[in-house]
């Protein structure tokens, strides 16, 4: 049925697979007695130290919270052609390469694929078993044979279960799938990582219903043109959410990126429009170059493009520099990019992309000119600069790579200081 009888919605109607003998409740319990459980104090569960699972990835690690916890489920959603597949091939490989019993099952691929994959990744990727399968019924069936200690497969929405008829990634099969590889899983402790497609709209395609019954949800994410991508934890029972891991797709494989600030402050260009977010990706410290154009249009509206951070928020920006600042744009188009195709999703970038924006507009270099201006800082609707997380680590950070004084609610309480201190030359009033 398209339409539901009941409430009249259009495709809201979701297939179900029939409780395993016969129908649930009254009629089959009847006879067998059920028996209430006895209720035990937390203190006395028994609770052995099980030791995680390092899959030698130290940026996956440190997202999962210190490594894979076994019998976990962890769902890795991504756009296609993020590197999904090459981050979880190099885990199982690193895992193998310590002796770790592992099992690769893609529906997405066949061994062949899966394999020139693998030789261009470093360590015993080689090593790991395959199983190209889509049948849920043959995967169950597998993993209870082999009993790998991690498992990862790719893709949740590739497997069948044959009970539905409905067609795989369909929600009711993609519930169905999770729901039985999660049992399974616990049942034998098994850490399985499930990979799972990103929408166009960003959402983890299937039912969110699938966030609620993993254990953690990792979003790898950034522009497949671009170098850098960021795993990021949206929800982990075994660790911090503020984790974030910088990678960079290369030859060999995705590299871990340690050293990002160095090289994204290293390639900041100095030139008109252009300041240094001293951001925060979890508990770490990152900076990161953010650029900004406003050029004459033709378009009514202008358009305000924005990468890398809200657009909300850019709007918003905009408003209180043209109010409370004297820095209107006006009718012009304004663009504003994180470089590197980072993501910043804080209140804290406010102040730099005020600052770009200004710098741009007025067409003079921020700072002397010999170094990146730095900045934080969270703007309010009357133009004043209000203090974020972590200001310390945010000026170490900065300090670290030569980088100082730091434009932050803590030196500049409005943002008309914050653009004095940042723009000192004010350009010729242009003639009218
Ligand atoms: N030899 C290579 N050198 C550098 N990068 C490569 C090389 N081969 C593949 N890549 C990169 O790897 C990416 C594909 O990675 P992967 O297959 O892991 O993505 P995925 O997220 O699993 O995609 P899908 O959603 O299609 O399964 C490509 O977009 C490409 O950028
Ligand atoms: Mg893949």
Same mark, same amino acid.
């Given at each position: 049925?398209?339409?539901?009888?009941?409430?009249?919605?259009?495709?809201?109607?979701?297939?179900?697979? %029939?409780?395993?003998?016969?129908?649930?409740?009254?009629?089959?319990?009847?006879?067998?007695?059920?028996?209430?459980?006895?209720?035990?104090?937390?203190?006395?569960?028994?609770? %052995?130290?099980?030791?995680?699972?390092?899959?030698?990835?130290?940026?996956?690690?440190?997202?999962?919270?210190?490594?894979?916890?076994?019998?976990?489920?962890?769902?890795?959603?991504?756009?296609?052609?993020?590197?999904?597949?090459?981050?979880?091939?190099?885990?199982?490989?690193?895992?193998?390469?310590?002796?770790?019993?592992?099992?690769?099952?893609?529906?997405?691929?066949?061994?062949?694929?899966?394999?020139?994959?693998?030789?261009?990744?470093?360590?015993?990727?080689?090593?790991?078993?395959v199983v190209a399968e889509t049948d849920l019924d043959t995967v169950l069936a597998t993993l209870e044979a082999e009993r790998p200690e991690v498992c990862v497969i790719d893709s949740v929405q590739t497997l069948h279960a044959a009970e539905l008829s409905g067609a795989a990634g369909s929600v009711?099969?993609?519930?169905?799938?999770?729901?039985?590889?999660?049992?399974?899983?616990?049942?034998?402790?098994?850490?399985?990582?499930?990979?799972?497609?990103?929408?166009?709209?960003?959402?983890?395609?299937?039912?969110?219903?699938?966030?609620?019954?993993?254990?953690?949800v990792l979003q790898f994410e950034g522009e497949r043109e671009r170098t850098y991508r960021t795993l990021r934890a949206l929800k982990n029972r075994f660790g911090s959410t503020n984790e974030a891991g910088v990678f960079e797709m290369a030859g060999g494989g995705l590299v871990e990126v340690a050293?990002?600030?160095?090289?994204?402050?290293?390639?900041?260009?100095?030139?008109?429009?252009?300041?240094?977010?001293?951001?925060?990706?979890?508990?770490?410290? !990152?900076?990161?170059?953010?650029?900004?154009?406003?050029? %004459?249009?033709?378009?009514?509206?202008?358009?305000?493009?924005?990468?890398?951070?809200?657009?909300?928020?850019?709007?918003?920006?905009?408003?209180?520099?043209?109010?409370?600042?004297?820095?209107?744009?006006?009718?012009?188009?304004?663009?504003?990019?994180?470089?590197?195709?980072?993501?910043?999703?804080?209140?804290?970038?406010?102040?730099?992309?005020? !600052?770009?924006?200004?710098?741009?507009?007025?067409?003079?270099?921020?700072?002397?000119?010999?170094?990146?201006?730095?900045?934080?800082?969270?703007?309010?609707?009357?133009?004043? !600069?209000?203090?974020?997380?972590?200001?310390?680590?945010?000026?170490?950070?900065?300090?670290?790579?030569?980088?100082?004084?730091?434009?932050?609610?803590?030196?500049? %309480?409005t943002l008309r200081a914050a653009l004095s201190a940042a723009l000192p030359a004010r350009p010729r009033a242009r003639a009218a």
């Amino acid at each position: 049925m398209g339409q539901c009888p009941g409430c009249g919605e259009w495709n809201t109607l979701v297939e179900e697979a %029939p409780p395993p003998g016969g129908s649930r409740g009254s009629a089959g319990r009847a006879g067998s007695a059920v028996r209430a459980v006895t209720p035990v104090a937390l203190a006395e569960v028994q609770a %052995p130290r099980i030791p995680r699972l390092k899959t030698g990835i130290g940026e996956l690690d440190r997202v999962l919270g210190g490594g894979l916890v076994p019998g976990s489920l962890v769902l890795l959603g991504g756009s296609p052609g993020i590197g999904k597949s090459t981050l979880t091939s190099m885990a199982l490989g690193n895992l193998a390469g310590a002796g770790r019993r592992t099992l690769y099952v893609s529906g997405e691929e066949s061994a062949a694929q899966i394999k020139l994959r693998a030789e261009r990744l470093p360590g015993a990727a080689l090593q790991v078993p395959v199983v190209a399968e889509t049948d849920l019924d043959t995967v169950l069936a597998t993993l209870e044979a082999e009993r790998p200690e991690v498992c990862v497969i790719d893709s949740v929405q590739t497997l069948h279960a044959a009970e539905l008829s409905g067609a795989a990634g369909s929600v009711g099969q993609v519930r169905e799938v999770a729901d039985r590889i999660t049992r399974l899983a616990k049942a034998r402790g098994i850490a399985v990582l499930l990979v799972g497609h990103v929408t166009k709209e960003g959402a983890l395609a299937g039912p969110r219903v699938l966030e609620h019954l993993v254990d953690c949800v990792l979003q790898f994410e950034g522009e497949r043109e671009r170098t850098y991508r960021t795993l990021r934890a949206l929800k982990n029972r075994f660790g911090s959410t503020n984790e974030a891991g910088v990678f960079e797709m290369a030859g060999g494989g995705l590299v871990e990126v340690a050293d990002a600030s160095a090289r994204f402050v290293g390639e900041a260009t100095r030139a008109p429009g252009s300041v240094v977010l001293a951001a925060m990706e979890g508990s770490r410290p !990152l900076l990161v170059e953010v650029q900004a154009l406003v050029s %004459p249009s033709e378009l009514v509206p202008p358009r305000r493009i924005a990468n890398g951070i809200d657009r909300n928020r850019l709007a918003l920006v905009l408003a209180v520099l043209g109010r409370h600042a004297g820095v209107g744009v006006g009718s012009a188009d304004v663009f504003v990019n994180v470089a590197g195709g980072v993501r910043v999703d804080e209140p804290g970038a406010d102040l730099a992309v005020a !600052l770009a924006v200004a710098s741009a507009q007025r067409g003079v270099v921020a700072g002397d000119g010999a170094r990146p201006v730095a900045c934080f800082g969270e703007l309010g609707l009357s133009g004043e !600069l209000r203090s974020v997380a972590h200001p310390d680590r945010r000026q170490a950070e900065a300090r670290k790579f030569g980088l100082g004084p730091v434009i932050c609610p803590d030196a500049a %309480p409005t943002l008309r200081a914050a653009l004095s201190a940042a723009l000192p030359a004010r350009p010729r009033a242009r003639a009218a």
